[in-house]
């Protein structure tokens, strides 16, 4: 992020500055669909770390370079929806449910950082 707090005289071409804004609107709308007052720290949930959770309702793990992760879903029973957000691109992927129940292993549609969001359906 240093290129993003140097300052107003350090500000590149206005290009490299989209990135941001797009990361920015990704965590908006994501902010007014999680239920940020339930949600807690559970690290332990996730196995790339970043996981916030109200177990057995829903879980947002952020997953750097993509790829797969494990999410442990023992409190949640019955199916989660599943969505992939890519937060540069600012696209959200949805994908099938996965059933609750026990650990999960699921992979990001697209290359690069992801955010898996899941909730009971």
């Given at each position: ?40 720290p559970r690290n332990d949930l ?15 793990v952020y997953v750097p370079q ?56």
């Open positions: 992020m240093d290129p993003y707090r140097r300052g107003v005289l350090d500000r590149g071409p206005e290009e490299q500055w989209e990135p941001v804004r797009r990361a920015m609107g990704v965590t908006r709308r994501l902010a007014e669909r999680v239920n940020l007052s339930a949600v807690t996730a196995s790339s770390r970043y996981c916030l959770a109200d177990p057995g309702k829903e879980y947002l993509g790829g797969e992760v494990t999410v442990d879903l023992s409190a949640a029973m019955g199916d989660l929806a599943v969505e992939w957000m890519d937060p540069i691109a600012a696209t959200v992927t949805s994908a099938e449910p996965t059933a609750g129940g026990g650990q999960r292993t699921l992979k990001a549609p697209f290359t690069g950082d992801a955010v898996l969001y899941l909730r009971r359906k």
